[in-house]
């Protein structure tokens, strides 16, 4: 006997799920519905089967293909134009010259169909419909039967006037061939409001079969989740596969969860997923395949589908998440959210209850949503942020966006040019720059691979060698979870933002060049990079005098590549070393707390009677400093002790800072005879300045600091073989020079502003800005014989933020606090009518 599902429906009322696949292919419990159906058909003995298809044909077709996989024979009718229930039925005419059943491809349920069959045959029927008894049945078709189940009239989707019973057609139906010679061709017609009734009205014996099995029509997202708690509390026989952790909480294979994670059952929990520490999964709770839920997130009766990523902190109640949907640190999901596919939900933002979001649509981090977002989207953002592409790997960062920047980057440079590849030592950096290198390689550049490296190191090798470029791929400074990928020029410093673009409108256009088998760029491994590095560092050091002071020196590498280097530099100093953490580490990385690291470092520095301590970023660009008397310096006094050391050797030493660094330098510099030159935020700016032969100290306000004469970009090494070098030929220890630096009190507060709105705040502030100096290279600086102010927007986050430095701590705070509340003043002002 044959069965025919009826999987052509666009599910409409299901949207935005259903806007990038057909309803029947909605997965229910990790499986699509329609898959659900045919397990149901073939273990009542029905291995013949027609799908009638329309909307997304191809996906189901591709899915389940000709039924081998799933232990059937699989034929497919497809719907040119809409014909309805019995029209597409119709439509599969050839297939069905014997009695035969039709089903719905989305519904779940657990129907005795042998015992339909079996009602039908007793009977003698023409045609018998399965009921079911329902609570509030005006959303179907009421079926009214005699005593005998014979079936006396039709109600489709009647008033409670009407209601004359509570049961309802199920969409279930056995058939003989004949009922199709009642269905009109080449037009819509419907089973339950015309061929029925017509049937019924030429004395053709009807029945309805009532079944007290389970049977759910998932027409409506609230239907969608419902029956997934009906299936998790054991309603209906259906495989939810996966094994049994304990009862009610099925888990599928490959699955970690972390020991200090909660499940709650009932729950599924797909294939290949990962729970972090303290994320909470509530009951009723469905994960698919391929989820990641980060540490501290909290989920309750949700449903959420393959491929997704849920941010640390993430708060979720009976909402549904599409496939390779992306939510970051402290999403908020009301009650009844749904994102359709491939969605960007940005940090802390919050969806209010019953908002929709249409697939490949973003949202902005602390934004909050009202309204369902359909057509709207603030648009794709840009590939490079701050320091090159950045994002969580193979959520933000897949290898395949690496290949196809590495080829777009590779693009503009001629066929045969070599680049030069490095990364740290976390498994993450090693599959991108992997991909990276293929991308290259594709477009016709050589490739020369440092493998584990520092940026420092990287940079050096390119701006010394024969290198068109580089990129090096490390985790993230400020997060060690995501990742990094910094592409270099041939000077080893960051692309500008022109190239930037280029390489932007390559990737969007799939333009990238690609070459011929006999182009296909090559891969070799430079020798001797690390101790090149070091013997020219230390060509610009007195080494005489560095060794005559037999500096006792505790150092953390952080678990990064520094400590490939750091031992050549040492053995050049005649330093006695501790060195902690000497070793590479994913691990250990993703685990780095600056301040963590750098009170361990002051502890043993106290102990040990070292001279200077020093925490190397994992990077190895920061760099955290420690004096002789075990006191951590903050970014701000590392700077300050640095460029006095700097220009007590060189008078009228140009010192190179950005815009938001404490005032207090200029009176450094003036007491001393130095200049000062004020930089744009971010590093590339700063890095120009540096590299312009005029400056001969540069640092940002996040330990990151340049000796232009060595190499013009941050370089903890660099700035620690220097530090000593000075302090050597100085004669001096580093706590006599921090004890005379003045107090520095910058404060920093975020003022959340939406991206439509930077514009207008920058403007208004501006226009009220009263001070006696106004500097405008970077965000709006406010000038005054008391301090300044900076208001800058964020280019990659919707925030402003706000630097003050006052006389004191208590009036930095006052300014930064009157700055807050212009932006906050000037926002509520956009918002009223």
């Known amino acids: 006997m044959k069965a025919v599902i009826m999987a052509g429906g666009e599910g409409t009322r299901l949207r935005p799920l259903t806007m990038s696949q057909p309803k029947p292919m909605l997965p229910v419990v990790n499986r699509p519905m329609a898959e659900h159906v045919i397990t149901l058909l073939k273990r009542h ?31 497919y009718a497809t719907e040119e134009t809409p014909l309805g229930t019995a029209g597409s039925v119709l439509n599969a005419k050839d297939e069905l010259r014997e009695r035969f059943l039709v089903i719905s491809g989305d519904v779940v349920t657990d129907v005795d169909l042998a015992a339909l069959v079996e009602f039908h045959d007793k009977q003698g029927a023409t045609a018998t419909l399965a009921l079911k008894a329902m609570e509030n049945p005006l959303e179907f078709g009421i079926v009214i039967t005699d005593d005998e189940g014979r079936i006396e009239r039709f109600l489709e989707k009647p008033s409670w006037g009407q209601v004359f019973s509570d049961t309802v057609n199920t969409g279930i139906y056995v058939l003989e061939p004949e009922v199709l010679e009642h269905v009109p061709e080449g037009r819509e017609s419907d089973f339950s409001s015309e061929v029925f009734p017509s049937l019924l009205s030429a004395g053709r014996p009807l029945y309805g079969f009532v079944t007290d099995r389970y049977w759910e029509d998932v027409g409506t997202l609230e239907a969608y989740l419902k029956a997934h708690e009906h299936i998790l509390d054991g309603r209906v026989d259906l495989d939810i596969g996966g094994f049994p952790l304990r009862p009610g909480v099925h888990v599928g294979e490959g699955t970690e969860i972390d020991p200090a994670a909660v499940v709650e059952g009932p729950a599924v929990i797909g294939a290949n997923c990962r729970i972090g520490p303290g994320a909470r999964l509530g009951a009723y709770t469905v994960l698919g395949s391929n989820v990641h839920v980060a540490d501290g997130a909290d989920l309750e009766r949700c449903v959420v589908h393959d491929g997704c990523y849920i941010g640390p902190g993430t708060y979720a109640r ?25 969605c960007r939900i940005g940090h802390q933002a919050h969806l209010t ?59 503009g440079l001629p066929k045969g040019a070599l680049v030069t590849t490095s990364r740290d030592s976390s498994r993450a950096a090693r599959v991108l720059k ?33 290198s068109r470029g580089g990129v090096a791929v490390q985790l993230s400074a400020d997060d060690p979870r995501s990742v990094t990928i910094r592409f270099l020029d041939e000077h080893g410093r960051d692309l500008d933002g022109n190239t930037q673009r280029k390489i932007e409108r390559l990737v969007s256009r799939e333009e990238a060049r690609r070459v011929l088998a006999p182009e296909i760029g090559d891969i070799d491994f430079p020798p001797r990079t690390a101790e090149l590095y070091a013997n020219a560092l230390v060509e610009g050091v007195d080494l005489e005098a560095v060794r005559g002071c037999r500096f006792k020196l505790v150092l953390d590498y952080a678990y990064g590549a520094s400590s490939f280097v750091m031992p050549m530099v040492l053995a050049r100093l005649g330093a006695e070393v501790l060195a902690v953490n000497p070793m590479l580490s994913t691990v250990g990385v ?11 470092i002051a502890d043993l ?31 701000d006094e590392a700077l300050l002790a640095l460029a006095t050391l700097v220009i007590r050797r060189r008078r009228q030493a140009t010192i190179a800072v950005p815009v938001n660094a404490s005032w207090r330098l200029n009176e450094v510099c003036a007491d001393l005879g130095a200049e000062v030159a004020w930089a744009k935020l971010g590093g590339a700016n700063l890095m120009d300045l540096a590299s312009s032969g005029e400056v001969n100290f540069a640092a940002n306000t996040e330990g990151g600091f340049m000796f232009p004469e060595f190499l013009p970009a941050y370089d903890a090494i660099a700035t620690l073989v220097r530090l000593l070098a000075m302090l050597a030929n100085d004669q001096v220890a580093l706590s006599s020079v921090v004890r005379d630096l003045p107090a520095v009190h910058v404060v920093h507060e975020l003022v959340p502003t939406p991206f439509d709105q930077k514009g207008a705040v920058m403007r208004s502030v501006l226009e009220r800005a009263r001070s006696d100096e106004l500097i405008l290279l970077d965000g709006v600086k406010s000038v005054d014989a008391t301090g300044w102010t900076l208001v800058v927007p964020d280019p990659e986050e919707p925030l402003t933020h706000v630097f003050a430095e006052g006389d004191s701590e208590t009036a930095s705070s006052e300014r930064a606090r009157r700055a807050v509340e212009e932006i906050e003043d000037i926002l509520s002002s956009a918002d009223r009518p």
């Open 45 to 75: 003995g029905f291995d013949e089967i027609v799908i009638t298809v329309a909307f997304m044909a191809n996906v189901i077709r591709t899915y389940f293909g000709d039924g081998s996989d799933f232990g059937v024979h699989i034929s």
């Open 318 to 342: 009976a909402s549904i998440v599409g496939r390779a949907n992306e939510l970051r640190r402290g999403v908020h999901l009301d009650e009844g959210v749904v994102l359709g596919d491939h």
């Open 353 to 411: 209850s019953g908002v929709r979001i249409y697939p490949h649509k973003t949202v902005e981090a602390r934004a909050t949503v009202n309204s369902s977002i359909i057509w709207e989207a603030r648009g794709s953002r840009s590939l490079f942020g701050r320091v090159g592409l950045s994002g969580l790997p193979n959520v933000d960062l897949s290898p395949e966006l690496a290949v196809r920047v590495a080829q777009a980057y590779a693009s």
């Open 434 to 466: 992997r991909a990276v290198m293929v991308g290259l390689n594709s477009a016709g550049v050589n490739v020369e691979d440092l493998e584990a490296a520092t940026m420092p190191v990287t940079r050096f090798h390119i701006a010394s060698g024969q």
């Open 590 to 600: 993703l685990g780095y707390e600056r301040a963590a690291h750098a009170a361990r």
């Open 605 to 635: 520095v106290r102990s040990s009677g070292a001279h200077l301590g020093a925490v190397i970023g994992p990077d190895g660009e920061q760099l955290t400093i420690i004096d002789d008397t075990g006191r951590v310096l903050s970014d």
